[in-house]
């Protein structure tokens, strides 16, 4: 059975810092994309960013370039989201989400296991 756990999430001043991860288990690691998802109420769910192992793809939003950092641990099995630079406009309930894929993908559609969401709030 896939299972994804987000942690990291919480509480943060503008301009700080928080580092989320997703530890996936019961997945080839390599065979997968993970991305993250971001939503707020009334907004449409946005992928903010992904990384694909076996290809090395990674994606970001145009509005986290230069902010947030993607990387993977193996071993672990575990993804981790980087995020500096935070602003309110990060606020959100942030999912990871993983597809049989050695590409990234961006439509939530496409992900058929995801896990249970962190709530990221930056104040200022």
């Known amino acids: 059975e896939v299972q994804l756990m987000e942690s990291g999430g919480g509480e943060v001043q503008a301009g700080g810092t928080l580092r989320l991860s997703c530890a996936t288990s019961g997945v080839t690691f390599d065979d997968y994309a993970i991305t993250w998802f971001r939503q707020v109420p009334g907004k449409e769910r946005e992928a903010v960013s992904c990384i694909a192992s076996e290809s090395g793809s990674k994606y970001f939003v145009d509005s986290v370039k230069g902010r947030f950092t993607i990387s993977s641990d193996n071993a672990k099995m575990t993804v981790y989201l980087q995020m500096n630079s935070l602003s309110r406009e990060d606020t959100a309930v942030y999912s990871c989400?993983?597809?049989?894929?050695?590409?990234?993908?961006?439509?939530?559609?496409?992900?058929?296991?995801w896990g249970q969401g962190t709530q990221v709030t930056v104040s200022s």
């Open positions: 989400a993983a597809v049989k894929s050695p590409w990234c993908v961006r439509g939530d559609i496409l992900y058929n296991h």
